[in-house]
């Protein structure tokens, strides 16, 4: 039974039964990599142009993530089951080891913003990572998918720290001017803001999003009656998706002063840290800390999700079977256990996950456009010749993207 048949005598009641999966899945992509490469975007750059960016790829998300809902809420069926029914095992299990690969290099970026932040809150850091290892695999021993939800929201919504920093920062006058001039851009290298361009539009959409949307939607109930409701779901998911990462620019660029009087280069998230600490005091720097942590946390858990979900679906077993809970529990242990491991080029790490990421999610589209325009899959929800078009942008445009990204690995080994 569809959940809006099962809430139509408490209407007031509806909306926040429907709301989850979407929001999570969009404040979940603000993750602590996310965090980092937004604030370190915004002391490069600024707020101004980038700002506007994200803002322009608000429809894209919002196709790909309402397709992805869609589907799972006629299909009844989530992504990697379809895969395999209509692709074959070759693409499906392509699509479970490569998103298992990708999952687990970011779960260890994951993993060091939680430490970074709880080492800055004076905790040291392999305590922290076992701290963030254990919060993480508790959240496994909730059994219902509500219950998850929930708690995953009330997470979600402490994101809203990075609002308060935004306010606590305040740019005046002068700095929203200088936000938008094209000085910054030209004074820096093509290859300059070509990486930041593509780690922006990068951070938009990621492949565990489709896969834990198309699940979770299926996990709760929610069927092609749903339909409507959970394209405002989605829809609010995105907005709120763009809203935390226009804060996190406008706090990164609070320090974009620092960085130039001082000719420092602010990369990293302990750098980011120090730099509000100084300028701001110890209570700025440790509400992004603790936004850090809880980026890092939320993002933890849904990505975990994603994992297994997909790999009980890809393997046809139930939600609740121990191969569920071992997958979810496997990665967050190796995640944690690696990067315990002295000199890792975590930097090298985040750009691996970013580019498999961007390259991963080229035949993810090609399958959700496939799908979501198959009428024995979709019925009256099928695809229309404006969705279908809608999907092709899109794609080609992620093309795009990943052609940019081999064009600026060239230009850093070429320079």
């Known amino acids: ?51 506007l960016l994200i803002l322009a790829l608000l429809p894209v998300v919002y196709v790909i993530q309402e397709m992805t809902m869609r589907l799972g809420m006629v299909s009844q069926k989530s992504f990697p089951t379809l895969v395999f029914e209509h692709f074959g095992a070759f693409w499906g299990n392509f699509s479970l080891t490569t998103l298992l690969i990708l999952n687990l290099l970011t779960l260890m970026t ?40 929930r708690l995953a929201l009330l997470v979600g919504a402490l994101n809203l720290v990075f609002i308060v920093i935004a306010i606590l920062v305040h740019p005046n006058a002068h700095t929203i001017k200088q936000a938008f001039s094209l000085h910054g851009m030209l004074a820096s290298s093509a290859n300059t803001w070509l990486f930041f361009l593509l780690a922006t539009i990068g951070n938009a959409v990621a492949p565990w999003m489709i896969f834990f949307q198309g699940s979770a939607v299926i996990d709760k109930g929610m069927t092609q009656q749903d339909v409507r409701l959970g394209r405002l779901d989605t829809l609010l998911g995105v907005i709120a998706q763009a809203v935390i990462a226009i804060a996190i620019l406008i706090a990164g660029s609070a320090l974009h002063d620092l960085a130039l009087r001082q000719s420092t280069v602010i990369t990293s998230p302990i750098a980011l840290l120090a730099g509000y600490g100084q300028l ?18 939320l993002a933890a858990i849904t990505i975990s999700l994603s994992t297994s979900w997909a790999f009980s679906d890809g393997w046809r077993f139930h939600h609740q079977h121990r191969i569920f809970h071992l997958v979810y529990l496997g990665g967050l242990v190796l995640a944690a256990i690696l990067i315990l491991i002295p000199h890792l080029p975590l930097t090298a790490l985040a750009v691996s996950a970013q580019a498999m990421a961007g390259l991963f999610i080229i035949p ?31 794609i080609i445009l992620v093309i795009a993207v990943n052609l940019l990204l081999i064009f600026h690995t060239i230009l850093s080994f070429s320079f």
């Open 364 to 394: 993810l589209l090609f399958f959700l456009r496939k799908l979501t325009g198959d009428v024995t899959v979709m019925g009256q929800y099928v695809n229309k010749k404006k969705g279908m078009r809608a999907a092709t942008c899109v």
């Open 280 to 297: 701001y005091g110890n209570v700025v720097r440790d509400l992004f800390a603790f936004g850090l942590i809880n980026a890092g946390f």
């Open 1 to 51: 039974m569809a959940i809006l048949e099962k809430t139509h005598e408490h209407p007031k009641r509806l909306f926040w039964t429907l709301l989850g999966p979407g929001l999570l899945a969009m404040i979940g992509d603000n993750d602590a990599g996310g965090v980092i490469s937004y604030a370190v975007t915004g002391v490069t750059f600024g707020f101004g142009w980038f700002s």
């Open 110 to 149: 994951e993993f060091i913003g939680m430490s970074i932040g709880l080492s800055t809150l004076g905790i040291p850091f392999i305590s922290s990572v076992f701290l963030s290892l254990l919060a993480t695999i508790t959240f496994a021993v909730l059994s219902r998918y509500v219950t998850k939800e």
